[in-house]
């Protein structure tokens, strides 16, 4: 796969922390109710924290109680991408950005949330960072 935003591995390992890599470049997950964008009621657009693209807004930011930001639809369709994942003994789909690749989290549909479009997308706080403002 090719993405617009493209560095060596020992960039990305420089730009970002151990934290950061391990979610955004290794597919990990951060420990459930610990990130910064769990529970924030800010206005604004959350952006990738790797490469800056412009991922979720704060409109479409909803309360899960799952442990993690909870959206219910990107700010654009084609601003994230979205890959089989079979890990974990289990079938997922994986979100990540379309800019640069870095593995966001996962959607998942049909849980019964009253959201216009029935998908939670569970997103990990420390794979985005938040543009305070309208969103």
């Given at each position: 796969m090719s993405y617009e935003v493209e560095k060596p591995d020992e960039q990305w390992r420089a730009e970002l922390s151990p934290a950061e890599y391990k979610v955004l470049r290794e597919a990990g997950t951060e420990p459930a109710f610990t990130g910064e964008y769990t529970d924030t009621k800010a206005t604004g657009v959350y952006s990738c924290r790797?490469?800056?693209a412009e991922l979720f807004t704060s409109t479409e930011k909803f309360e899960s109680h799952c442990g993690w930001p909870s959206f219910y639809d990107p700010k654009d369709t084609d601003a994230v991408e979205l890959i089989e994942d079979r890990s974990h003994g289990m079938?997922?789909?994986e979100v990540r950005c379309a800019?640069?690749?870095s593995h966001l989290g996962h959607v998942f549909e049909?849980?019964?949330y009253a959201t216009p479009t029935d998908q939670r997308y569970c997103i990990n706080s420390i794979s985005l960072r938040l543009e305070p403002g309208e969103g």
């Open positions: 790797a490469c800056g079938l997922r789909t800019r640069c690749g049909g849980e019964g």
